[in-house]
């Protein structure tokens, strides 16, 4: 049997507020994965600010990226490839991974690979998951996208679904606001809601008329803020756990409840569909893991999901897309340049 | 020594090898595509023009800043990645120190006043004298320096041209912001001035890497670097920052992953 050589590369991610860098051996062998936090610089403000996000990344970028190394025993001369993540995100913020990346790249002479900051998202399965492979479905929820994703091959995907209003992880942040909770919101209204009853509150289940898969939150996260109005009115208190549990279980069940529905259908038509994964910040959440992973018992589906690590931005993901795209043959010129509106579906290589 | 130079800080996108007293390569655009484009393409351009080894570059010259907060950043990022893969150090350049080191050598009867335009009313300056001083051992010979009268800093056009007032020589200006600020200057001017010829008024990489190589023969060591802990100078805090200083409601959200 012939034993390919061993691909390495070093991934860099920088699209929103965290500084990361990777090291990843044949795409699923993680050697170090580096992750430097802005998150309580950002607290500060309530929200990302790009322009401060993108200079805490140019500040802490070589240190990530040398602490990667350093952790993987690994030199730069050991890498196959240097990888970065060129979008979706923040302009100012994914220019500094590229700028380095590009500035590594050229020093050290080794080829170049921008990767699709979602594509390494639902790529966080494969090293979560070392026996996974396409096809399989793929549910993508953070706090600037939610996908439903037919995952048919490595790099080929198609959306059965998609977000026609706010992420699911932008509810979880305006709601989490308004109710006291601040930011972030997704792990603040995570643990709330545990101590909260998930069903005193009746929230709306969106629906997205003449659309089988696409979400609406805009509706859910209204009918909150409705809630608090109307018992800011009256002076009555709120229950900031139930309300909190309630909001979290409307978004769960829609999650859950669009992405079985795929299931179901696309088995009617025929399909093979043994494998489900979730990916994104969202996917940390406590509920929508549990009742994800139920749902899937009850249909039959193995479920996988990334560990949080790999769940939040990270480089591993972002080496592990890469080796796919490496492999295909693809590589980036010295002109690569950041690609805030990536669209899943989109290849960096064909724009 | 050879230096290596990067000039992002601006509308100009630059690269320069400077070796010794030799200027190998000068490449400089004023073009509508992004730094991030342009940027190390240029730099492969001329590696591969001047059969450059990397190895052979003792350190790297960027422009440190003021300047666009993110063409700042692709300067600074492109050369903190390229000295990690070379290590090597940085040199940091002072943006407007360098565009004034453009007139460094044409006379010292005038003062040099780069200025940048910094939107709110407001440009990034300095001023500058180039004269003559004595070269050791040399009889007849001197040699240029430049002597900083004002360090860069940000302030509007009025308190510029006072200062300049004050001082009283015949200026030279140039810089992207003459343009923008033209009128104004001759409202505001009570001394002689003049504007840089086309070839000499805006940021170029030559001048980054002569202006690196000048503090290296001035300092030593101590103008060099460690590429990890090179930060951009931008002369102001991001606008959520001062509002934040003021007491503004910063409260704001961004998409997050």
């Not at chain 1, 699209?15 to 990843?24: G, N, P």
């Not at chain 2, 020594?1 to 996108?13: F, R, W």
């Not at chain 2, 240029?42 to 063409?71: C, H, N, Q, Y």
Request: glycine residues 8%; hydrophobic residues 40%.
């Amino acid at each position: 049997m012939q034993t390919e050589k061993e691909v390495t590369i070093l991934a860099i991610e920088s699209s929103c507020d965290e500084t990361a860098a990777s090291v990843v051996v044949n795409g699923r062998t993680v050697l170090s994965n580096e992750i430097s936090s802005q998150i309580d610089i950002h607290t500060l403000y309530g929200g990302v600010v790009p322009e401060i996000a993108s200079r805490k990344h140019t500040e802490r970028i070589n240190q990530v990226v040398r602490t990667a190394l350093q952790t993987a025993g690994r030199t730069l001369d050991d890498m196959d490839a240097i990888a970065v993540t060129c979008g979706p995100g923040l302009v100012g913020a994914l220019l500094i991974g590229v700028s380095a990346a590009k500035g590594i790249a050229f020093g050290t002479g080794k080829p170049l690979i921008g990767v699709h900051h979602i594509e390494g998202h639902i790529s966080a399965n494969f090293i979560a998951d070392p026996s996974l492979e396409p096809p399989f479905l793929c549910l993508v929820v953070s706090g600037g996208h939610t996908h439903l994703v037919l995952v048919k091959d490595y790099g080929e995907y198609q959306i059965l679904g998609r977000t026609r209003d706010d992420a699911a992880g932008e509810a979880f942040d305006k709601v989490a606001r308004a109710i006291g909770l601040g930011y972030p919101g997704g792990p603040k209204i995570d643990k709330e809601a545990k101590k909260g009853n998930p069903h005193a509150i009746e929230f709306p289940r969106g629906r997205v008329a003449g659309s089988e898969y696409d979400f609406t939150f805009s509706g859910i996260k209204s009918a909150v803020l409705n809630y608090l109005n109307q018992k800011d009115m009256k002076g009555e208190h709120i229950v900031v756990p139930d309300v909190a549990a309630s909001f979290q279980q409307a978004v769960v069940d829609v999650l859950v409840g669009h992405s079985m529905e795929a299931v179901e259908n696309l088995r009617r038509e025929g399909m093979t569909i043994r494998k489900f994964a979730i990916a994104g910040g969202v996917a940390s959440n406590s509920a929508l893991r549990s009742q994800m992973e139920e749902a899937c018992a009850e249909h039959g589906l193995a479920f996988c999901c990334p560990p949080p690590i790999l769940c939040t931005d990270n480089a591993a993901m972002i080496g592990c897309a890469a080796y796919y795209e490496y492999r295909r043959g693809r590589r980036s010129g010295y002109d690569l340049n950041a690609m805030p509106n990536l669209k899943l579906g989109e290849s960096v290589y064909e724009r | 020594m050879k230096i290596l130079a990067i000039e992002a800080s601006g509308q100009v996108c630059g690269t320069a090898v400077l070796e010794d007293d030799t200027l190998v390569a000068d490449y400089n655009i004023l073009y509508k595509k992004t730094h991030s484009q342009s940027l190390v393409p240029m730099m492969d351009e001329v590696k591969r023009m001047i059969d450059l080894d990397l190895e052979t570059v003792d350190a790297i010259a960027v422009t440190k800043g003021p300047g666009s907060f993110t063409g700042i950043r692709i300067g600074a990022a492109t050369a903190k990645g390229l000295a990690l893969a070379l290590n090597r150090p940085i040199i940091p350049v002072p943006t407007v120190e360098s565009i004034a080191w453009n007139l460094c050598g044409t006379g010292s009867e005038q003062v040099i006043c780069p200025i940048m335009d910094a939107r709110r009313s407001q440009v990034y300056t300095g001023v500058y004298e180039s004269n003559q001083c004595a070269t050791a051992g040399c009889g007849r010979q001197t040699a240029w320096q430049m002597l900083t009268l004002k360090d860069q800093c940000v302030i509007s056009i009025e308190e510029i041209c006072s200062i300049l007032n004050c001082i009283g020589s015949s200026v030279i200006f140039l810089g992207d912001g003459v343009p923008v600020y033209r009128e104004k200057i001759a409202d505001l001017m009570r001394v002689p001035y003049s504007f840089a010829p086309a070839h000499l008024s805006k940021q170029r990489a030559g001048s980054t890497a002569a202006l690196a190589m000048q503090f290296w023969r001035e300092k030593g060591d101590a103008c060099l670097v460690n590429a990890d802990d090179f930060r951009p100078d931008y002369l102001r805090l991001s606008q959520a920052e001062r509002d934040r200083a003021a007491g503004v409601d910063t409260s704001r959200t961004v998409h997050r992953d």
